[in-house]
């Protein structure tokens, strides 16, 4: 979440990735794995995959979608990729922004204040008349940054915007 115009980052959640010890935990204790690639490059380094959860194959432990790797006829198992969120209750505050919410393809390349940095880098860039084309701008900027540093993953962006951040698109010309 970003704040007091781009100055500020909270972070909201965090991420549900196998080699988190918990969630490692939860995975074996639930019947599931966690394994890991090794591929060997051409000066013949090994290099490593990321950790990813059987059943499944995926990279995060937590998910909403894949029902392959939940469905038991499908050989998936729905104890150890579940989709329980991780809940943050706050106030909102005049200083809040915006907040994004986006898919691990973005967050495996970017940090959260490159995050904040990106939508904040576009939002008043463009010619965008209204705040819903300023917001649609910054979350094009966002996955345009996870691409470029090469992410393979699929992405997803949403951007919600606070007062403050339409106070601050209210102040163009």
């Known amino acids: 979440m970003s704040a007091d ?25 639930n019947g599931g794995r966690v394994y890991q690639s090794v591929a060997t490059s051409q000066n013949n380094k090994q290099v490593l995959g990321p950790q990813r959860v ?24 729905p104890k150890v990729l579940v989709c329980e969120p991780e809940i943050k209750a ?32 576009s939002a008043f860039d463009q010619k965008a008349k209204d705040l819903h084309r300023q917001c649609a701008a910054s979350t094009e900027s966002i996955m345009r940054s996870a691409l470029n540093k090469r992410t393979l993953d699929n992405i997803t962006v949403v951007m919600v915007a606070f007062e403050n951040f339409q106070q601050k698109h209210g102040e163009l010309p």
Do not use: C
Request: proline share 4%; no cysteine; hydrophobic share 30%.
């Open 5 to 29: 115009n781009g100055s500020k980052v909270y972070l909201l959640s965090k991420d549900h990735k196998p080699s988190d010890t918990q969630e490692r935990t939860r995975i074996e204790q």
């Open 54 to 77: 059987l059943p499944g194959r995926l990279s995060v432990s937590r998910t909403f979608g894949d029902i392959e790797a939940k469905n038991p006829s499908s050989g998936g198992n």
């Open 90 to 121: 706050f106030k909102l505050s005049s200083g809040f922004d915006f907040v994004v919410m986006a898919s691990d393809g973005i967050f495996d390349k970017l940090t959260n204040r490159e995050v904040v940095q990106s939508a904040w880098s």
